[in-house]
């Protein structure tokens, strides 16, 4: 669930596939990267590709995960709207615990 942040960030209407080309400062390719968003009936579908080389080593990594919260962007404003100028963040700590309660046992699992 750490990595929920930064997909809801990248959150889309309905499905959504961007892909990024990685590339070192000095401009030659280091990778390639896709983050996709895929929304059900019930659940999100994501997933997040790299492939990337740095001299003497290869890295494909693929990362995918189903968040059974079918109002996810209502959860996000409700999570929005918890955030406080609170350096804590309380309030949006709270608001967090309650919409991962909303979310059934099976797809909560880190």
């Known amino acids: 669930m750490k990595y929920l942040t930064f997909l809801v960030c990248l959150l889309p209407v309905s499905a959504e596939s961007l ?3 990685i590339n070192w400062a000095s401009g030659l390719s280091l990778g390639e990267a896709t983050l996709r968003a895929d929304k059900g009936k019930e659940a999100w579908d994501f997933e997040v590709t790299m492939d990337a080389s740095i001299p003497g080593f290869a890295l494909r990594e693929t990362l995918d995960g189903v968040l059974a919260l079918p109002d996810l962007a209502g959860a996000v404003a ?3 709207a918890a955030a406080l100028p609170d350096p804590r963040q309380a309030a949006l700590k709270r608001k967090i615990a ?4 909303r979310v059934p046992a099976s797809s909560n699992a880190a």
Not at 98 to 101: D, L, Y
């Open 78 to 80: 409700e999570a929005r």
């Open 98 to 101: 309650e919409i991962r309660a």
């Open 19 to 21: 892909r990024y080309s």
